[in-house]
T-cell receptor, first 111, second 115 residues
Framework: QKEVEQNSGPLSVPEGAIASLNCTYS??????FFWYRQYSGKSPELIMF????GDKEDGRFTAQLNKASQYVSLLIRDSQPSDSATYLC???????????FGKGTRLSVIA | ETGVTQTPRHLVMGMTNKKSLKCEQH?????MYWYKQSAKKPLELMFV???????ENNSVPSRFSPECPNSSHLFLHLHTLQPEDSALYLC??????????????FGPGTRLTVT
């Protein structure tokens, strides 16, 4: 059973701080990793994806991948109240297997 | 119209009713998905279609019946549902079914309530 684990939160950070969201996965053969943001009552929205070890930056967002540790994280710099949402980690396993989603971490940015 | 659309957005149905959820994607994608999202649970993959062929059925009860007439449209036919089937049903699509082509784009969802 492929699993993706996230702390459910809530993770509370003050406005302007760095929010750090973490995710671990069980399938060592996983190749592709995704972060989705889901506002309350809305559908998930893709914000970042990463395939290679290391960091990938896109604006205020940085995804970090460590395949040896089976760990992927999302950093949000200069957090804003509008970043308050649930962040879903999704992992694609080896082969043509569909994405496995974590339960999500609820982030609350306090103004 | 762009992206992935779903209708209806909200649905209330009795346990003896038959209804259908519709999904349409305008992205030229070849793979489509149905997910169920219940409160405090991770997204549950229900069905996967690639080029109109079902490639995955995650032990979903037969009261849920998918249909994919072409690569742009996906339906979920519902009959004799149970109250525990109340959830947000999300449709998604991706370019292909495979590594590195896997970014999935979600529709707005159908909020289903079974009474």
């Amino acid at each position: 059973q492929k699993e993706v684990e996230q702390n459910s939160g809530p993770l509370s950070v003050p406005e302007g701080a760095i929010a750090s969201l973490n995710c671990t996965y069980s399938d060592r053969g996983s190749q592709s990793f995704f972060w989705y943001r889901q506002y309350s009552g809305k559908s998930p929205e893709l914000i970042m994806f990463i395939y290679s070890n290391g960091d990938k930056e896109d604006g205020r967002f940085t995804a970090q991948l460590n395949k040896a540790s089976q760990y992927v994280s999302l950093l949000i710099r200069d957090s804003q109240p509008s970043d308050s949402a649930t962040y879903l980690c999704a992992v694609e396993g080896s082969g043509n297997t569909p994405l496995v989603f974590g339960k999500g971490t609820r982030l609350s940015v306090i103004a | 119209e762009t992206g992935v659309t779903q209708t209806p957005r909200h649905l209330v149905m009795g346990m003896t009713n038959k209804k259908s959820l519709k999904c349409e994607q305008h992205l030229g994608h070849n793979a489509m998905y149905w997910y169920k999202q219940s409160a405090k649970k991770p997204l549950e993959l229900m069905f996967v279609y690639s080029l109109e062929e079902r490639v995955e059925n995650n032990s979903v009860p037969s009261r849920f019946s998918p249909e994919c007439p072409n690569s742009s449209h996906l339906f979920l036919h519902l009959h004799t549902l149970q109250p525990e089937d109340s959830a947000l049903y999300l449709c998604a699509s991706s370019q292909e079914l495979g590594t590195y082509s896997y970014e999935q784009y979600f529709g707005p969802g159908t909020r289903l309530t079974v009474t």
